[in-house]
């Protein structure tokens, strides 16, 4: 029934625009409502709800039509450059915030305020239609300040740039089957990382050769755990180690040769204690299958993931007894996590910028976002939101330290970055030559990873 009155009253509105409406418009007014047709790339938001949103600002700008399109993830980067370079690709884009650096010559700063058409149409009977000249401010730095969670602003800014805004905001959590932690006689989800190691030794099961029949949780290698760049990120902020400062890596920083009391040292040494056979925490290895998988079939007992995990897994394993809890918290007076999430941006070469930026600008209202994270299931990035989501018992989880979760790669080439600590944990698990002090040769380890990353900065 909406969708009907949506559509009638975009068809009743384009009558008096481009028909009869149009004939006592001057030249300028009629500039101002040429027909304007935005192309939207998109990669994991619904595009249900940005159609949704896409047919209201029809509503207010009826002049413009905007097309979503979905793009899938690993092809994304090849269509975007060659799209942009045969002069065909879209107007606004989804994108990683992590890619910002990598796509800034690509993507058009926000400006100050942009300049739309204001359509009015009066009178009952006979139809007037009125154009006027509209100039809307966009956000300022400030404002983006106070309104959004802090790891917004610090995202988005490259140099005196803005480059887009999000529709919504997510951070890491931990995902249980709870069937199997209770047949493991553990009663209650870990809050504390002690806690946490403990049920994954009480839920680990081998066979009489020792292999892993059932993981406590898919975590320690690089190769088959997506977020192995996230946990390791993870664990050395809450160990007082960030991975970043502006375009500096220092997580490596000071390292020495031997410190084996180093906070990145100690976070990798505790990452990959869940991948060596000879210590109690032994639940992983690089054998196994990729981590979502093994958890959505019933093979591993806890998985770290985010909100956007969710649907998938509902889909693969939609009989499990899921429950989700905050992650655990090395320090619960200074809690830490980590943000990943996408900003929706306008592309420089768009011929249609004014319009592009308000459409965001009217995205990203707290109406829209609200109705957006409710019906995709994802954290609110809004400040004014946060205490509402809260009562959402699936997504507490990721709202309850969305006010302290932080990106941690503001780089120009994100994958190879992230692929530097996938392979720094793998080299770590790697056995040490016999002549090497293994303090040593696991400090060389994280340095190098340190160097590469920077190498992408």
């Known amino acids: 029934m909406y969708k009907n009155i949506i559509v009638l009253t975009i068809l009743f509105t384009s009558v008096f625009l481009f028909g009869f409406g149009c004939k006592g418009l001057s030249k300028e007014q009629q500039q101002l409502i040429k027909p304007v047709t935005l192309n939207y790339w998109t990669v994991f938001n619904d595009v249900k709800e940005l159609q949704r949103m896409a047919d209201e600002y029809k509503l207010r700008r ?69 154009v006027t000249p509209e ?51 553990v009663p209650e989800a870990p809050k504390t990382w002690s806690d946490f190691l403990d049920a994954v030794k009480k839920s680990t099961k081998f066979d009489a050769s020792g292999n892993i029949v059932q993981s406590g949780v898919a975590m320690g290698t ?19 180690r960030d991975m970043t400062e502006g375009k500096s890596v220092i997580f490596a920083s000071g390292i020495g040769n031997a410190a084996t009391n180093h906070p990145a040292m100690q976070a990798a040494s505790f990452y990959t204690s869940f991948a060596r056979p000879t210590l109690e925490s032994y639940s992983w290895n690089e054998t196994q299958e990729n981590a979502l998988t093994s958890f959505t079939r019933g093979k591993s007992v806890f998985y770290f993931g985010f909100a956007y995990d969710l649907p998938r897994i509902q889909a693969q394993a939609p009989q499990m007894n899921l429950e989700i809890v905050s992650v655990p918290q090395l320090r619960s007076d200074a809690p830490k996590n980590v943000a990943n999430y996408w900003i929706e941006s306008v ?28 019906a995709t299931n994802r954290p609110t990035p809004l400040r004014e939101q946060i205490a509402a989501q809260r009562e959402d018992v699936r997504l507490a989880p990721f709202v309850d330290s969305v006010l302290v979760a932080k990106n941690w790669y503001r780089g120009k080439d ?33 340095n190098n990873a340190a160097r590469v990353v920077q190498q992408t900065m």
């Open 347 to 374: 592309v420089k070469k768009s011929k249609n910028p004014n319009e592009a930026w308000d459409f965001i600008r009217f995205m990203v209202s707290s109406q829209n976002i609200a109705a957006y994270t409710k």
């Open 222 to 240: 690089g190769n088959n755990i997506d977020n192995a760049g996230d946990l390791v990120a993870l664990l050395m902020m809450q160990n007082g």
């Open 135 to 185: 100039t809307v401010a966009m956000p300022t730095l400030r404002a983006i300040q106070e309104k959004f969670v802090s790891t917004v602003a610090e995202d988005i800014v490259i140099g005196k740039n803005m480059y887009g805004l999000p529709l919504a905001l997510d951070t890491m959590a931990l995902y249980y089957n709870k069937d199997l932690l209770d047949q493991a006689g």
């Open 62 to 130: 009826p002049y413009v039509t905007v097309k979503v399109r979905q793009v899938r993830y690993e092809e994304f980067d090849q269509l975007f450059t060659n799209a942009l370079a045969d002069d065909v690709g879209p107007d606004i884009v989804s994108m990683n915030v992590r890619w910002i650096g990598e796509h800034e010559q690509r993507l058009m700063p926000m400006p100050a305020s942009v300049t739309v058409a204001n359509v009015q149409t009066k009178g009952t009977y006979i139809q007037e239609t009125l």
């Open 414 to 446: 994100y994958e190879p970055a992230n692929q530097a600590i996938r392979s720094m944990v793998d080299n770590l698990l790697k056995p040490v030559p016999e002549n090497q002090d293994e303090a040593r040769a696991h400090a060389t380890i994280i």
